[in-house]
């Protein structure tokens, strides 16, 4: 299992901000600084502000600037943001079991919600002030 690239970028995108707090950040300037195509900082810097995850500034000097303190954003709210809910299996979806023929529920149900759980709490509690540097 990978962590989508798409949450990786936006991760990145939030890094960019937050290392350069009190000013505003052009998407080119992002592109130049994280090396992430232009398309993917649009695309990803739309979903982020939709979720208040940051700001956009309009006008000639526009661009982006972050929108709450950087400890309040972990990563798992940046998961969320681009790909939804953490579901590592289909069957997971609405805490269904695995329904199989030979078995009332699928014998790897729980090793997967615990480690589902395990992922979650470890992106929920990582937030993007410990990935600045």
Not at 48 to 54: A, D, T
């Amino acid at each position: 299992m990978q962590l989508p690239t798409a949450v990786d970028y936006a991760v990145r995108i939030l890094q960019h901000l937050y290392k350069h707090q009190g000013d505003v950040q052009t998407a080119k300037d992002i592109v130049i600084s994280t090396g992430i195509a232009y398309t993917c900082v649009m695309k990803f810097a739309v979903r982020l502000k939709e979720e208040g995850l940051l700001n956009a500034v309009q006008g000639r000097n526009g661009g982006y600037t972050p929108s709450k303190p950087s400890h309040e954003i972990s990563i798992y709210d940046v998961f969320k943001c681009i790909e939804g809910d953490l579901q590592i299996r289909d069957c997971m979806q609405n805490g269904q079991h695995c329904t199989r023929s030979d078995s009332d529920t699928c014998s790897m149900y729980a090793f997967f919600c615990e480690l589902q759980d395990v992922m979650i709490t470890e992106m929920s509690e990582t937030t993007i002030a410990d990935l600045v540097s």
